[in-house]
């Protein structure tokens, strides 16, 4: 039987476990990548592991969330992870050298290799053939330290492209369509494999967009085959040499099958507050806009940038409307400044940001009251954006910029016949901002600067016997890791400060959490499905550890948060009846009796409801691995039993 793109490479780095889906798997990885705002905890749980110097083929630390520095505290962690970096063996992006995803795209990613990445939108890296996943901090540290990382061995669903894209119909509509028909829960346990025809029409940045915003569907990764297309982008790269073709087989049995003709689809928009409740332009013109961003790691490509000139060359931004625009790198910022794109778009009226998440993580640019702002980014969840009911729609950039003219949603295929916009046959390569390790030899060399917010981390106790604790909090369906842990200007500056950090713990949600689950000691939470969903961000499970959350019960969770839990000694449970979540409400008390021999035993577990006095069975589906990170206190404790 012919084996898929996906199946290909995450056997030829099969170390443990066997390719039967639904099994734990553990595969070697080749590269790691980190950015700032998970970035100071992961090297933080590097150095407490031991390992002198990194074990991978490459491992890249980025500066580019938290590059606001409206107090020292993202200044300091710069600093730290520079010489964390420089000592250990990590190669380190500069700030103002670009968004992690797009600067790895462009200079490090190599088809046919495995990367993790400390960061939901490592997927990227699909875009040139990579199995890229996003992971938590703590996974991103073991593995630079050379040990396995764990995934379900997924589901791979076929998107079979046929036809071409119309003109001013873009990527970004592709991935919509594809949110619009599997959903923001639709690819869990999956990753979805791009064949047809189709490919050959798209570059690798369009394909670099698709297999980013996939992972807003949930999935583990996206992935395009690496051929004729990815060869040249990587030669104008000037790095031909790491090219390698690759594509599945031609009888490679997929488990489901989408089709996509792309010439059949139109300019789309994911409306407030979800990416996948998807509506096209054409529904929505005439409405008018306030605010307009183009960038972040979905959309910033030189591609996009000179499509974006194009539509602004000789105009003027609409007087009501704020046009914000944050090219992806270095690399993509210099060329337009050096073509003359850049002169346009300052002509037109933009804004011209530095080449980082910005506006994205909602770093400045938050919109005003109920604001109606059209973002070329990726999520949209409420409160994201730095303003709590700001109206937040996702993108092309070819909608954004012709919207930002005329104040209005407006469908770019008003716009007539395409642009001849192609990708240069060179790009501009210097990577001067890009600072190297010191040989192994000299690392003693290097003293690791540590500013006075760089605090350690929560420490985790091993299981305990029985967890009999209230309900701190119950929610509901769909709640990302940007209601569990905000970012944002005010928040992101104490990422590596847990205690502190853990004041914002469920805000959005419930602002007196934090003190409700100090005084409660230890709790449980409730949540609906899809619990979790969004970014990779560690803390997310960290600042609950902190605030004494022992287990946390939902009818669903997402994928990346749910590793989290695990690695910081917290048990994720699912209701095995989902009317089970109607009898629970918030300050309950209940009780997991014996829950580390329950453990062992099954899949299933008894717990009580001591308030309402019932008894309800939980999904406990660990794998014997997960199951002794849960006994040990989470992934560090365990590591450093095995050691
Ligand atoms: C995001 O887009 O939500 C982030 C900010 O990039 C996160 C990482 C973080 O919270 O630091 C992600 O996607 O993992
Ligand atoms: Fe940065 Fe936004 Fe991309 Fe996250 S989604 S990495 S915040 S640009």
């Known amino acids: 039987m012919g084996m898929t793109l996906t199946e290909k490479i995450l056997s030829a780095h099969l170390v443990e476990g066997e390719m039967v889906k639904g099994s734990e798997i553990g595969i070697r990885i080749d590269q790691t990548l980190t950015q700032d705002a998970t970035g100071t905890m992961a090297y933080l749980e590097f150095e407490a592991m031991g390992v002198p110097r990194v074990k991978t083929e490459r491992s ?56 993790i990445g400390s960061d939901s939108h490592t997927p990227t890296g699909g875009g040139i053939g990579m199995i890229a996943i996003g992971a938590g901090g703590m996974d991103v540290a073991v593995a630079m330290g050379g040990g396995t ?36 829960k639709g690819g869990v346990g999956k990753v979805i494999e791009y064949t047809g025809e189709g490919v050959k029409t798209l570059s690798v940045p369009e394909r670099a967009t698709i297999t980013n915003m996939g992972a807003e569907l949930g999935a583990t990764t996206s992935i395009f085959p690496s051929d004729e297309v990815t060869k040249e982008f990587l030669k104008a790269q000037g790095r031909e040499e790491v090219w390698t073709e690759l594509k599945p087989d031609a009888d490679a049995v997929y488990d489901e099958t989408v089709e996509i003709n792309l010439s059949e689809l139109v300019p789309l928009a994911a409306c407030p507050h979800s990416p996948d409740n998807v509506k096209s332009i054409e529904e929505l013109a005439g409405q008018k806009i306030d605010q307009v961003c183009i960038g972040s790691c979905t959309n910033s490509s030189l591609l996009d940038m000179m499509k974006v000139a194009y539509i602004l060359k000789g105009k003027t931004v609409h007087p009501d409307v704020s046009l914000a625009i944050a090219p992806g790198s270095k690399q993509v910022l210099n060329m337009l400044a050096n073509n003359g794109a850049l002169a346009i778009m300052i002509d037109a009226g933009a804004r011209i940001l530095e080449s980082a998440c910005g506006p994205c993580i909602g770093m400045g640019q938050s919109p005003n009251s109920k604001g109606i702002s059209l973002r070329t980014f990726n999520r949209n969840f409420e409160g994201r954006s730095g303003t709590k009911d700001g109206q937040i729609y996702l993108v092309s950039p070819e909608t954004a910029a012709i919207s930002a003219l005329t104040g209005v949603f407006t469908d770019p295929r008003t716009l007539g016949a395409a642009a001849n916009i192609t990708l240069p046959e060179k790009f501009t390569v210097n990577d001067n901002m890009i600072v190297p390790p010191v040989p192994a030899e000299e690392m003693d060399s290097v003293e690791v600067l540590r500013g006075p917010n760089i605090k350690p981390f929560p420490v985790s106790e091993p299981l305990a016997e029985t967890i009999d604790a209230k309900v701190s909090l119950k929610v509901g369906d769909n709640i990302t890791t940007d209601h569990i842990m905000p970012a944002g200007a005010k928040i992101l500056p104490l990422r590596s400060n847990i ?64 590793a989290n839990l695990i690695n910081a000694g917290i048990v994720p449970l699912t209701f095995i009846n989902e009317a089970d979540y109607d009898r629970i409400d918030q300050t309950d008390e209940i009780k997991l009796e014996n829950i580390g021999r329950q453990i062992a035993a099954g899949n299933v577990i008894k717990a009580t409801n001591v308030t309402k006095g019932f008894d309800f069975e939980l999904n406990a589906d660990f794998s014997d691995r997960q199951k002794e990170m849960l006994y040990a206190g989470g992934l560090l404790n365990y590591t450093k039993q095995n050691a």
């Open 60 to 115: 890249v630390a980025y500066i580019d969330h938290n590059t606001l520095q409206s107090g020292f505290e993202n200044a300091d962690d710069h600093r730290f992870i520079g010489s964390v970096a420089k000592k250990h063996g990590i190669y380190f992006s500069r700030p103002g050298n670009g968004i992690c995803h797009q600067v790895h795209l462009e200079r490090f990613g190599i088809p046919g290799k495995t990367l």
């Open 149 to 184: 990382y764990y995934i379900t061995c997924p589901k791979v669903v076929k998107v079979n492209l046929t036809g071409k894209l119309q003109p001013w119909v873009a990527a970004k509509d592709v991935i919509l369509e594809v949110l619009k028909r599997l959903s923001v």
């Open 499 to 562: 205690p502190k950090i853990s004041e914002y713990c469920f805000a959005v949600c419930d602002e007196k959490f934090h003190d409700r689950a100090l005084e409660m000691g230890k709790s449980v939470i409730i949540g609906g499905s899809n619990y979790g969903q969004g970014s990779s961000r560690e803390h997310a499970a960290l600042a609950p550890l902190y605030l004494g959350v022992k287990a946390v019960i939902t009818k669903s969770f997402a994928r990346i948060h749910m």
